[in-house]
């Protein structure tokens, strides 16, 4: 019987837990000869562990528009509402949107694409949600992220 494949990215930047079976690992890749960044739900089960199909890759163009803006977030939420901080292109009917959303009375980032082609508009299920107090240490590991896309 053939061995399972195991998931190795190029480097592993880092990662923010989630809860005691999963986390957010930040990691550069590389596909088709072009690197990018990706955040993404890894768990930890007795019936698997490794990575999720949740998560969101980012290429340099994407890194170099969404750092500033998260950058620019407070350390402690404003309390309230959910708040779009940025649309950013990612391909032709694909757009990054990063925001601040509140769930089930907790604040957190949300990065995840939106879809809008002729057969589907909408929010696609490519994304992560980041707790509100992982900000500094998601902004952190996107700037090592972005040097490491951006100089191979």
């Known amino acids: 019987m053939a061995e399972a494949k195991e998931f190795k990215p190029l480097q592993e ?3 923010i837990a989630l809860s005691e079976t999963s986390e957010l690992k930040f990691y550069v890749d590389e596909y088709k000869g072009h690197r990018y960044g ?3 739900t890894f768990v930890k089960g ?3 562990t490794g990575p999720t199909k949740a998560g969101v890759t980012l290429n340099a163009r994407v890194l170099s528009e ?8 407070p350390a402690e939420p404003a309390a309230g509402e959910d708040k779009e901080l940025l649309r950013v292109p990612k391909k032709t009917g694909v757009e990054l949107v990063v925001r601040v959303t509140l769930y089930k009375d907790t604040v957190g980032i949300d990065l995840r694409e939106w879809v809008d082609e002729p057969e589907y508009k909408g929010w696609s299920k490519k994304g992560v949600r980041v707790p509100y107090k992982g900000l500094a240490a998601m902004v952190g590991y996107l700037r090592k992220m972005q040097a490491l896309v951006a100089n191979p």
């Open 13 to 15: 930047l880092g990662a």
């Open 38 to 40: 990706s955040i993404r």
């Open 46 to 48: 007795d019936a698997y």
């Open 66 to 73: 969404t750092i500033p803006v998260l950058e620019q977030l």
